[in-house]
């Protein structure tokens, strides 16, 4: 038994609303969310005539499980049903306006395949079969999610856990053809990415920076926190299916350490890039960008039979150093990167799956002295000095995609590691890693109850050596027990609620050991007041233990007597409203940590303070079906100990983000097969940190633009233009660091660029 649906639209109707994910997902959104909260029929059906709208479907006569994946791919309706009966059946195709309700029919008729919708967006199928003139229904299979459940995390439907998170779905990826995490994220205001060249940039939510947050690739927990002059997590964004990100308050089975919220990414598999029909396939990419002169390719196969898979992609880019808006070529910005990514499963006849995933991502290339910032003014050094970062990431999973109502579970072990040489002028290396593992099982009651129940652990550790220095180490072990039960009591009101339990073992790099644990609960409420507005609350207290700090700043004379482990108190609070095209949204935050840990070499292991995040979101925009335009806006201060924060202060907690807008539209001319679109920035001025004797964060806008067309002739080939700050703006992305320091000169970001991409599937 399968689901068969786009795992990145699970929450279709919470996402959208937020506006998160945008192309086919808005446009399922904008029709569907009106009976989100509409009563159903006496035999349970979800009455669907309020919703009005229609669809312009064009689904070929196939077969009807590929038709069911075009079908939810279009409408981001989920579909649950046994792949036996239905792996047989071919559909007759659906074309023309229709609503969900109207196409689904018209899709299954004939089939002899009925259905029953058992949420806003969630269809069960079941089939009449024969035997010996004897007929026998099967009973709907309750919709579970599918193997690597990396972003939905096995969430219910109805999980009001989800009310707030933002989704970037395989259509939005697509959309905006990351080449680094700042383009992964282009379009939403609550998400930011500091730093010009990919081994300085850092990810921060709601103006929080990822190293506090609960970061997963694939399930497999990251630890990355080595040089505060790079990044925190290289991860190629090219071959990615769909992200998550939970803002503040995250459910309690993200994982350990989410005090100010989650991040998932979940790569590709073998069925997410398979043309329908096919058992293998592949694709090849091109790309050159005139600033740098930045060439970078890319190679993937993949294929399936007899219950294996297997995928493996190869990525190369080289280039020049790029020069800004003002036509200053930045020293150590040139492009030299690798990485790959090599997937194998197997499924067996009974359901057992097992997927093991191995990938690593090299940035090798000369950078500024202090990577992520362009030069300091009053500390002449040499230009530029060789980094070498790797990161690797393996992680196997095991999952039954037959499950029970009471047996579900999934089992995840992975390793994760991040290494940084320096070669001169020390010689020095800075390595953290770690294992963990996880056993986790989900228990559905009555349909609209889960019960999420599991353990975890970690094993971290970060290192530092030279030929001087032997090697210093922290290392921090944790053991947790989870639950987050998620449900739907009435009809109008979803409600989840968890608790997890840690116990941490952490040693100094002179070998102090301190055990402490601590107990972590959140809960989330969403309520639909009618069927176009819903209102949403959510609060977590969270538990993270004692960190470990990056490599380079290890003293060993370090004392650590008296550290105390982190806590967390997150807040929010919002509203969405989505009619006839039209979506907006609203919403309060607030994240407090207590005991945050911050180390200096000469200051000690421990110098704490209170770290605090709060401001408002607002969004809003319109589906017209062929295209979408959306606006998101944030305001965040973020706070030291009640002060405003400057980006130095803030190091591996937060940035001043201040007020910052996005704008993106997309739209599809289909009869020339042309799709166009962009995004605009807007970061506001920033005059917080101008009290405290630093400069003011300057106000810029950046304009980007795309055009992409698949010929008639060659249907297998996309053709892509982008025009890439168009407006040759100078500027540093609001979160790159040291903008309000007069001695820094900032690490900029790009000028106007051009870019000529290719892809070619086979």
């Known amino acids: 038994?399968?689901?068969?649906?786009?795992?990145?639209?699970?929450?279709?109707?919470?996402?959208?609303?937020?506006?998160?994910?945008?192309?086919?997902?808005?446009?399922?959104?904008?029709?569907?969310?009106?009976?989100?909260?509409?009563?159903?029929?006496?035999?349970?059906?979800?009455?669907?005539?309020?919703?009005?709208?229609?669809?312009?479907?064009?689904?070929?006569?196939?077969?009807?499980?590929?038709?069911?994946?075009?079908?939810?791919?279009?409408?981001?309706?989920s579909f649950a049903y046994g792949t036996a009966e239905l792996a047989s059946i071919a559909s007759a195709g659906l074309s023309g306006n229709h609503t969900v309700e109207q196409g689904l029919q018209l899709l299954l008729d004939g089939t002899g395949i009925s259905y029953r919708f058992t949420g806003s967006t969630t269809v069960s199928l079941k089939a009449t079969v024969r035997s010996n003139s004897d007929s026998a229904v099967l009973e709907p299979i309750r919709v579970v999610d599918t193997p690597g459940r990396g972003v939905g995390l096995g969430r219910h439907p109805y999980a009001a856990d989800g009310a707030n998170s933002i989704e970037i779905g395989p259509e939005d990826i697509a959309r905006r053809n990351p080449v680094n995490l700042r383009d992964l994220y282009a379009g939403d205001s609550a998400v930011s990415v500091g730093g010009g060249v990919p081994a300085a940039q850092k990810v921060y939510v709601n103006g929080i920076e990822e190293t506090q947050l609960a970061v997963t690739i694939d399930g497999n927990r990251q630890n990355n926190k080595v040089f505060h002059h790079n990044g925190t997590n290289l991860i190629d964004p090219s071959l990615l299916k769909s992200v998550r990100v939970d803002p503040g308050v995250a459910p309690a089975d993200t994982g350990p350490g989410a005090l100010g919220g989650s991040i998932a990414y979940e790569t590709a598999d073998v069925a997410d890039l398979l043309e329908p029909g096919r058992d293998y396939g592949g694709f090849a990419t091109g790309s050159y960008e005139t600033n740098g002169d930045t060439f970078i390719s890319s190679l993937s196969a993949y294929g399936k039979s007899n219950g294996f898979e297997a995928l493996g992609y190869f990525k190369r880019g080289t280039g020049d150093d790029y020069e800004d808006g003002a036509g200053n070529t930045l020293n150590g910005s040139e492009t030299d990167i690798m990485s790959f990514l090599v997937k194998g499963g197997y499924e067996s006849t009974t359901g057992h799956r097992l997927e093991l995933s191995a990938q690593e991502y090299r940035d090798d290339a000369p950078r500024p002295y202090?990577?992520?910032?362009?030069?300091?003014?009053?500390?002449?050094?040499?230009?530029?000095?060789?980094?070498?970062?790797k990161t690797k990431n393996y992680v196997l999973n095991y999952s039954l995609t037959n499950p029970t109502d009471l047996i579900d579970p999934i089992i995840t072990l992975g390793f994760s590691e991040a290494e940084i040489n320096v070669a001169e002028p020390f010689d020095s290396e800075g390595r953290t890693g770690g294992w963990t593992g996880k056993i986790e099982n989900d228990f559905r009651f009555a349909d609209v109850n889960v019960l999420t129940a599991g353990a975890d652990f970690y094993h971290n550790w970060a290192k530092y050596e030279d030929p001087s220095t032997p090697e210093l180490e922290e290392k921090a072990t944790n053991y947790g027990l989870y639950a987050q039960f998620r449900t739907r009591p009435i009809d109008k009101l979803s409600i989840s609620a968890g608790v997890r339990g840690d116990y941490q073992e952490f040693e100094g790099v002179g070998g102090q050991k301190f055990n402490n644990s601590g107990l972590s609960g959140n809960i989330s409420a969403e309520v639909f007041a009618t069927d176009y507005l819903s209102f949403n609350a959510g609060y977590?207290?969270?538990?993270?233990?004692?960190?470990?700090?990056?490599?380079?700043?290890?003293?060993?004379?370090?004392?650590?007597?008296?550290?105390?482990?982190?806590?967390?108190?997150?807040?929010?609070?919002?509203?969405?409203?989505?009619?006839?095209?039209?979506?907006?949204?609203?919403?309060?935050?607030?994240?407090?940590?207590?005991?945050?840990?911050?180390?200096?070499?000469s200051g000690g292991p421990y110098i704490p303070f209170d770290f605090s995040s709060k401001g408002f979101t607002l969004g809003a925009g319109y589906n017209w079906g062929a295209g979408f335009v959306r606006m998101s806006y944030i305001d965040a201060d973020v706070e030291i100990d009640g002060v405003a924060g400057d980006s130095d202060t803030l190091q591996y907690f937060g940035t001043p983000l201040g007020r910052v807008i996005n704008l993106e539209a997309a739209h599809t001319v289909e009869q020339f097969a042309l799709r166009v679109g962009g995004n605009v920035e807007l970061a506001l001025k920033n005059e917080d940190l101008v009290s405290q004797g630093n400069q003011a964060l300057e106000a810029y806008e950046v304009v980007n633009l795309f055009a992409e067309h698949s010929p008639d002739f060659a249907e297998f080939l996309t053709l892509r233009l982008e025009a890439n700050n168009v407006l040759d703006e100078d500027y540093a992305d609001r979160t790159t660091y040291g903008q309000e320091f007069s001695n820094v000169a900032p690490m900029n970001e790009p000028g106007r660029s051009f870019m000529l991409y290719a892809k070619a599937k086979f």
């Open 540 to 601: 977590s207290n969270a538990w993270g233990g004692i960190d470990l700090q990056e490599t380079y700043i290890f003293n060993p004379s370090w004392d650590y007597d008296g550290i105390e482990p982190a806590r967390s108190n997150s807040y929010t609070a919002g509203l969405k409203l989505s009619h006839a095209g039209f979506f907006a949204d609203a919403g309060v935050f607030k994240t407090e940590i207590e005991e945050a840990r911050e180390a200096t070499y």
């Open 370 to 389: 202090r990577a992520n910032i362009g030069s300091l003014t009053n500390r002449p050094t040499q230009t530029t000095r060789n980094y070498e970062l």
């Open 1 to 77: 038994m399968r689901l068969k649906t786009d795992r990145s639209r699970r929450h279709v109707r919470s996402a959208a609303m937020t506006g998160a994910m945008m192309g086919a997902v808005i446009a399922s959104f904008a029709n569907t969310a009106s009976f989100a909260a509409t009563g159903t029929t006496p035999d349970g059906q979800v009455t669907l005539a309020q919703a009005g709208a229609a669809y312009d479907f064009s689904i070929q006569p196939q077969s009807l499980t590929t038709a069911l994946d075009l079908f939810a791919a279009q409408t981001g309706i």
